[in-house]
Structure formats: structure tokens, C-alpha cells
């Protein structure tokens, strides 16, 4: 049997040698030549489908398993593309624009079933391999001095099946983005509702399971509002919770650079019946994201839900890619107490922790908290947990009736000038911070406890309440967090 091996020599850039005379007639004849193989070709197609299923079959394990799986859809496919790209040889006018779109039409369902891509790459080349084969067989056969001429269009057929694999390139591509976006995209709804608590009770296991999240887990939520100059970055790579799990979203719609931390505190998935070894995807030692920029793993959009990674776009929790075991939280007693000793932020971060929720139908209060935590957290930065902080959370909750408690209390010192009202404010505020005593408030303030002192009783009178009676201390207290959280 005689084997015609094609030409893959480019031709150099610049100007051609001159061609022979004789060198048309040479191309029609080998034309003719390859339309009368390819016609033969042409009427055993079906044959022609099977050698090629039995080679895809040997050669490549993943079309074995995609046969295994569907072996008919295979077949239809794999004789459409030939029925057309043979074709296309004998009237490439007609039909070249039909089989690149057969082609591009099995990138994107090959791309839908997971099929790697360089899988389907040699399946490409291997049908070109086989239909060259084929046509110099079949002209062998049948007149061997032709054999010759299909030198001539050689290079011609294998740019053609060069053309088709990039054709086939650029629609699993394209479609693997597509799936990646809808994945993501799917992700980012479903922790949007579970924030906003719009999240049907019916639709938990499937949030549960797509997000790899307990339903019956204890989870807080944390909102980090990062420093200027920091709003664009992401608040998983700039807010760490060393040792717990945390599916952070960034929320589109805050032009504050605010982004929720949903926290797993307890019933963690991996358990005694599925032990995790830190090699699963999206498990790790801290946060992934939701939100900028997600993206999973190059290959992993099989079907446009959530395999290939985690849940946080690709990086899932622990999505810094290290790997390592898997905190174990299961079981633990943790609060929200324990989120902040292991938070860590830039320094001029906010950061609001809720309390404690039971299950991930209640993470929208969680988050509701949250926002009122932040609210309660001093401009200058700083971690406030909602459990510590009630009478604050209590003002900023209401805060025109806060405004009000404001002016009524503290309106007589406001309206000092600038300097003497801030150092009546400074003082009753260190005052109430060292729980009454002026000795320790003068070492704040560095000053004599009598300049304290005298400091206070002018404070009382001209707010007229009494620093003596329980009543005005709390009213007191909660006009300066008021005025604190509140002014702008």
C-alpha cells in the first residue's frame, strides 16, 4: 500500500520562484484526481464512520468513555462532520461554510460534556489522518499512476483540517467561557439570596450542595468595609479568618468597597463519613471569593454548575490554592467573639461580625446584623462584634432618633467653641471609658485627676444631668455614641 506523506513546509516570505507552464493543467489533473477519490469516499460513508469510530476508540480514552456513554450521538456526529468535510473537498464552495459550522457545533457540545480539549484536537486530526490515508488507498486502487498527483494537494487537505481544529478551538473555548460566566453567575445568585434572605426554603439543599455549605451549619456573616485606596481590591485576599472557612461576595451594588463573609462556625461537611485530606478542591485553611472575578478551573465547565473547584469562583474556601487540611470545625462551640480574635485587617479596616445564626435560612439576619455592626464601628476602623456593642447598635439602628438624643443631651457642649467642645467631649467619653474613675481618666488624658474632675461638673452642668445618677450616665453614654457614629 502506498503512503503519501504531506507536505507541512511553509513557503518562505518574498517573492515566488516563477511557476511552470505546465504547473495548471498539473493542479487540475490532481483535482480531479482528489474528487474522484473523495467521490468514492463519499459513497462508503458509513464504513468509512465506523473505521473511524474503531480508531477514535483505540487511540483516544476519552472518546472510549464518551462512547460508553452514548455511543450513538458519537456515531451521528462523527458521520456529519465527515459527510460535510468530505463533501466539502468535491464543492468547497457550497458546503465549506456548512461543515465549519458542523465543526464549531461539536466544539461547543464536546465543551458542554466536559470533553478535554485536546482530546478533541487529535480526534480532528486523526479523521484528517484517515481520510488522506483513505483518498490514496482508494486512487491507488483504482489507477496507481494517479497516486502521484495527490502530492500536489496535499497541503491543501491538511490546511483544511488545520482550519477545522481552530474552528473547533475557538468554539470550546467560547463555550467554556460561556459555562464558566453561567456557573459563576449561578453561584453569585445563589449567595446574593441566601445575603438578602430571599433564598427559597425549597432551594436550600441545592444552595447547600452547589456552594458546599451545610444547611444546618452555624454560620455568622462578616462585613469588611476596606480602607481607601484598598476598595478595589478584594476583602479575601485583604481580611484573613485564620483556621474557618468563609465564602466571600462581594457585593456590586456597595460603592464602599464592602464585601459579606459568610463563616462556617460549626458542622462542617467533612465529617467522619467523608474525611477530608486538604487534596479536595475548595478546602483550605482560609476565604474564596464571589464577586470581581471569578473563574474556575481552566477545563472544569462540564455542565455549567458547580464541579471543578469550589464554590468561590474557582478558588472555592481556601482559595489562596495552598491546599493543607481542612479546618476541622465540626462540633466546636465557637462564637462571634472568636471571629474577631482571629480576624486579621489591614489597620484602618471596618469590619462587622453578627452573631451566631442556626442554619443558612437565617443568613440573611445574619447579614442584616452584620450591616448594623458596621454602622456601629468607629470611622477610624476597627472590628466590632454586634453582641459587644448593643447600645451602640441600638443608635445607629435608629438613627434620626439617635440625631435627636444627640442634640438633647450634648446640645449645650456642640455648641461650644471648637477646642473647649472637644475636650468636654474627650473627657466625658475617657471618663466613661475607665468606668468612672478619674484617676485612670487623667492618665488618658494626661492631665491632673482634679482637671478632670472639674472638667465633669461643668459637663453636668450644662447638660444638667448628674454623672451620680444611673438614668443620665446611660443617657449620656448613648448620646456620645450618637454623636461619634453618627456625625459625619
Known amino acids: 500500500m502506498q503512503h503519501l506523506v504531506p507536505a507541512h513546509v511553509r513557503a518562505l516570505p518574498g517573492p515566488r520562484p516563477p511557476v511552470a507552464a505546465a504547473r495548471p493543467v498539473v493542479d487540475a489533473e490532481a483535482l480531479a484526481v482528489l474528487h474522484r477519490a473523495a467521490r468514492a469516499l463519499m459513497a462508503g460513508l458509513p464504513e468509512l464512520t465506523e473505521r473511524l469510530m474503531v480508531l477514535l476508540r483505540e487511540r483516544e480514552p476519552a472518546y472510549r468513555a464518551a462512547m460508553e456513554a452514548d455511543a450513538d450521538s458519537v456515531r451521528d456526529e462523527v458521520q456529519r462532520s465527515l459527510r460535510l468535510n468530505v463533501g466539502s473537498l468535491i464543492r468547497p464552495g457550497e458546503l465549506r461554510e456548512a461543515a465549519h459550522r458542523c465543526s464549531w457545533a461539536i466544539g461547543r457540545a464536546r465543551a458542554e460534556r466536559g470533553l478535554p480539549l485536546d482530546a478533541l484536537l487529535r480526534a480532528f486530526r486523526l479523521g484528517g489522518g484517515m481520510i488522506w490515508q483513505e483518498l490514496v488507498d482508494e486512487t491507488t486502487r483504482r489507477r496507481p ?67 458546599g455549605l451545610p444547611e444546618q451549619g452555624r454560620y455568622a456573616v462578616v462585613l469588611a468595609r476596606l480602607p481607601a485606596g484598598r476598595a478595589s481590591a478584594e476583602a479575601g485576599s485583604q481580611v484573613r479568618l485564620s483556621g474557618l472557612r468563609v465564602l466571600w461576595y462581594r457585593d456590586q451594588g456597595r460603592d464602599d468597597g464592602g464585601s459579606y463573609g459568610i463563616v462556617l462556625l460549626g458542622d462542617h461537611p467533612c465529617g467522619a463519613e467523608h474525611p477530608c485530606d486538604g487534596d479536595e478542591p475548595g478546602h483550605g485553611h482560609d476565604s474564596g471569593l464571589l464577586g470581581a472575578a471569578p473563574g474556575p478551573r481552566p477545563g472544569s465547565a462540564a455542565d455549567g454548575g458547580p464541579g471543578g473547584g469550589g464554590p468561590c469562583g474557582g478558588e472555592g474556601f481556601g482559595g489562596d490554592g495552598r491546599g493543607g487540611q481542612c479546618p476541622r470545625t465540626h462540633g466546636l462551640d465557637l462564637d462571634a467573639g472568636e471571629i474577631a480574635r482571629r480576624l486579621t485587617a489591614p489597620p484602618t479596616a471596618r469590619v462587622g461580625v453578627s452573631p451566631v445564626v442556626d442554619g443558612l435560612a437565617a443568613v440573611g439576619d445574619a447579614r442584616r446584623l452584620a450591616d448594623t455592626a458596621l454602622r456601629a464601628c468607629p470611622r477610624s476602623g476597627g472590628t466590632v462584634v454586634l453582641e459587644e456593642h448593643l447600645p451602640a447598635a441600638l443608635v445607629v439602628s435608629a438613627p434620626v432618633l439617635g440625631a435627636a438624643l444627640s442634640e438633647r443631651v450634648l446640645g449645650p457642649l456642640l455648641r461650644l467653641d471648637l477646642s473647649d467642645r472637644d475636650i468636654m467631649l474627650d473627657t466625658l467619653t475617657a471618663w466613661l471609658a475607665c468606668d468612672g474613675s478619674a484617676q485612670r481618666a487623667a492618665g488618658r488624658l494626661y492631665c491632673h485627676r482634679n482637671t478632670v474632675l472639674n472638667r465633669l461638673r461643668r459637663c453636668e452642668q450644662l447638660t444638667g444631668r448628674s454623672l451620680t445618677r444611673p438614668a443620665d450616665v446611660v443617657e449620656l453614654s448613648l448620646a456620645l455614641a450618637a454623636h461619634s457614629l453618627l456625625t459625619p
Open 145 to 211: 499512476s494517479d497516486a502521484r498527483l495527490l502530492v500536489h494537494v496535499a497541503s491543501d487537505v491538511w490546511n483544511f483540517v488545520d482550519d477545522h481544529c481552530a474552528v473547533v478551538t475557538d468554539a470550546y473555548r467560547q463555550t467554556e467561557r460561556e459555562l464558566m460566566w453561567r456557573r459563576e453567575n449561578r453561584l453569585r445568585l445563589m449567595t446574593a439570596a441566601l445575603l438578602d434572605g430571599t433564598a427559597r426554603i425549597a432551594d436550600l439543599p441545592a444552595t447547600a450542595a452547589a456552594l
